[in-house]
């Protein structure tokens, strides 16, 4: 158990091992990191904390308690799921769990599976316009809701397969910000987990023994280019184990003049230091 006395319900039951510390302590400090660099911090603001249910929201919405709880996050935290209508959801999991725990929560209802059944040929992927679906409601429940921000449990492998899969598919080097701006200009868009590991969200929320459901729309469908780059990035960390952390840094150390991009880095402006010539008179 934490060696903390009056820990918030989500916090309670934990394993007693020197491990699972060194794990909480990681994603603690790690949440905290994003948190403090990317300024995402506004003093009263309201959160929405995006919950699907799955091992990556579990341990987003755990560290953000844990914070609040320590008195570093001063900010107030409401936790939304989207019933998206997918048939078997088990739609009282988390309103029951999260009453449970304590945690103050909206559970809204929209059938967008069927929107996205209707309109995505078959053999096409499901991901984008679910995704497209799904952020529009969750704005509008923000605003509902009187909230600043939508959180979401974006970790840092999914900064790096976005990178990847832009790379290969995009032709853009980009990926997911930490923190962004909703094209309104109302709404800011958070991602606190950008520095934690996939694999180290895993083991928390399996450790706490949260009920994770599992996404059946998109995990139904075979051949995901996400997949792939998921599938291209273990073969790369199994054959080098650490590279995912080195290709992450090198994210975060862009240097433009070394890019080939014009509009990044004003290359007609560079000039050569030219040494006054001495007058031969």
Partial sequence: MFDDTDLPPLLQNAPDSTEFRKLRKRIIRE??????QYGMIEPGARWLVCLSGGK??????????????????????????????????????????LTKMQVPHRIEYQDTYSIVMDKVPAGRTYCALCSRLRRGNLYRVAREEGCSAIVLGH????????????????????????KLVNEEGDL???????????????????????????????????????????????????????????????????RPSHMPDPELFDFLALAREIAPQDDPT
């Fill in 56 to 97: 990556d929201s579990y341990t987003l919405l755990a560290a953000l308690v844990e914070l609040q709880w320590r008195g570093l996050l001063p900010v107030e935290l409401l936790a939304c799921n989207l019933d998206q209508g997918q048939p078997g959801f088990p739609a009282t999991v988390l309103p029951e769990f």
């Fill in 155 to 178: 970790h840092r492998d999914d900064l790096l397969e976005t990178f990847f899969m832009n790379l290969f598919h995009g032709g853009r080097v980009a990926t997911m910000p930490p």
């Fill in 188 to 254: 800011f868009l958070y991602r606190p987990l950008a520095f934690v590991a996939e694999d180290d969200c895993d083991r928390f929320a399996r450790a706490m023994d949260y009920p994770i459901i599992p996404c059946d729309l998109c995990g139904s469908q075979d051949g995901l280019q996400r997949m792939q780059v998921k599938a291209l990035l273990n073969e790369w960390e199994k054959r080098t184990p650490g590279r995912r952390n080195t290709m992450f840094r090198a994210l975060m150390n862009v």
């Fill in 31 to 36: 949440t905290r990191a994003a948190i403090d």
